[in-house]
């Protein structure tokens, strides 16, 4: 029987970092699971971030953890995603943790089995065995950002030509001289569009609604930052957003939190946004088409200098259509619309279900995880009404943590900051917990109802209520029942979250969580 002291789900910065903090606490008795062949999650080589173009749009001066500690210095202001991979591996040598890595571990199931001890089953991708561990804390590292969301249009399986997902990017495919279709104008669509138009023989670009972009400016690390690097110190307190106030705002963002959600702030920035699409784009009538109609930041915002000007080019066709794909046939794609378009590859960039519990997880008595978050198997287990404190801990589920979970984040959280802290604060209480001989901690029913509502209120004012997107309603059971705001997320700022969790906001620790 495999028993450790702490599982880990998850080798991507979240469960690299957590473990890096449980070895400064002592705490070597890990095992890191990875469904994956390589380290990196989202960012891995092979990853579902390994499409052409990819790059992460935070700076890598604040996004990569770390880098005082290993002396790396990020190549650009704006790095790919095979240097990100490359870091991570860096990283865990670095640090000593790639001995605590199992790769092609998938987790199917996490049970509560005894007093401290749960059960994780796995099934071994390399041999296709099912295998089993024991642990008496388990660390749900595994990312919003590690199953594709597939359109489910009918026909899909009828097109003769080649398909897939952004996330599952075929490396086999050759898009040379092809008539390429895309569905989405995200994130990753916006890296792929500007990476393979001059490739293809045409590329047709299928948007339901348009996105806003600011300019990335990248360039080359220059050489103040590499002498401040080089000086030491420089990256931590660049990337460290302060919450008492010691450090300035996060320099990635042009904005502060406040402004965000200020009408006229908002307002303004949007004026000088559609002045560049109009620059940018040659037709107006395109530019008219790729210009939101809701507030900067509503949706997620595209980080990237050549998106617009892309649809200059004379092989690229703008297909705006908010009704979307409706079917597939053997030829190509059907609108709402009724138009057809034929197409020789289709290359769905629809992102990802981030709300999605992708293994069961059996609590105290019973109790899921898929019950306590109004999942089931009519919404895809979706969290529909997520309920945790911090979006760390859940009730009847003592010494099950998630990181990066929701209610934990907004959408303009620099993510790797809150895997710091939250890997920081997981690793010190298991520590505590060790010294004063508690063999478990679950927050209790009180703490939870009361964070949950304070996530709900957080959208008080915020201007992701003022479209439709995933922060806000991410399931279509959300939009069919009409909900307004969610309980999913925390709409405040990074630095009132890092209050509650470690300013002691909601009170002391003590009357929040149950010890046994």
């Known amino acids: 029987m495999n028993q450790y002291e702490v599982v880990i789900i998850g080798s991507g910065f979240s469960g690299l970092t957590c473990a890096h903090y449980l070895r400064e606490e002592g705490i070597e008795n890990i095992c890191i699971l990875e469904k994956n062949k390589s380290l990196g999650g989202v960012w891995s080589h092979g990853g579902v971030g390994s499409y052409p173009g990819a790059a992460c749009d935070v700076q890598s001066y604040t996004y990569l953890p770390f880098l005082d500690e290993t002396g790396f210095i990020p190549s650009k202001r704006y790095v790919s995603q095979t240097e990100i991979a490359d870091y991570a591996e860096l990283l865990v040598d670095h640090f000593d943790i790639r001995k605590h890595i199992n790769f092609l571990q998938k987790v199917v199931a996490v049970e509560y089995v005894d007093f401290g001890k749960w059960k994780v089953e796995i099934l071994d991708l390399a041999n296709d065995t099912k295998t089993e561990v024991f642990a008496n804390h388990v660390v749900c590292a595994n990312g919003p950002l590690s199953t594709p969301r597939m359109p489910e249009f009918g026909g899909m399986e009828e097109f003769r030509g080649e398909s897939f997902h952004t996330a599952e990017w075929d490396k086999n495919a050759n898009l040379k001289g092809k008539k390429v279709g895309i569905v989405g104008t995200g994130a990753s669509a916006a890296q792929v569009i500007t990476s393979i138009a001059d490739e293809v023989e045409s590329l047709t670009v299928f948007q339901r609604t348009a996105t806003w972009a600011i300019e990335r400016e990248d360039q080359p690390t220059p050489p103040d930052i590499i002498d401040a690097f080089k000086a030491g110190g420089y990256s931590s307190k660049l990337r460290y957003v302060d919450w ?93 619309s009724g138009d057809s378009y034929e197409l020789e590859v289709i290359i769905y960039a629809t992102g990802f279900d981030a709300g999605l519990i992708p293994f069961s997880v059996t609590g105290k008595n019973g109790v899921t995880l898929a019950n306590k978050f109004g999942a089931s198997a009519e919404n895809n287990f979706q969290m529909i009404e997520p309920k945790t404190l911090w979006g760390l801990h859940v009730n009847d589920m003592p010494n099950f943590y998630m990181m990066v979970g929701p209610q934990s984040l907004n959408p303009v959280t620099n993510v790797t900051l809150l895997c710091e802290e939250q890997g920081k604060y997981i690793a010190q209480l298991v520590s505590s917990m060790k010294i004063k001989n508690k063999d478990e901690v679950e927050p209790l029913e009180e703490a939870v109802e009361n964070w949950t509502e304070k996530c709900n209120v957080s959208s008080n004012g915020k201007i992701w209520l003022q479209c439709n997107n995933w922060y806000m309603k991410g399931t279509k059971d959300d939009q069919s029942a009409g909900r307004s705001r969610s309980k999913a997320m925390w709409m405040e700022s990074h630095e009132s979250y890092l209050d509650h969790l470690l300013g002691g906001a909601d009170g002391h620790q003590e009357d929040l969580l149950k010890f046994s």
């Open 244 to 336: 008492k106030g010691e450090y300035p705002p996060d320099p990635n963002l042009p904005f502060t939190f406040e402004q965000l959600h200020d009408e006229n702030w908002n307002s303004a920035v949007c004026d000088l946004l559609t002045e560049r699409i109009k620059n940018d784009v040659d037709d107006p009538e395109t530019a008219k088409l790729l210009t939101p109609d809701y507030p900067f930041f509503c949706k997620r915002v595209l980080i990237i200098d050549d998106y617009f000007t892309t649809f200059n080019k004379e092989n690229v066709h703008l297909v705006n259509d908010p009704g979307g794909v409706v079917a597939v046939n053997e030829a190509g794609l059907e609108m709402s």
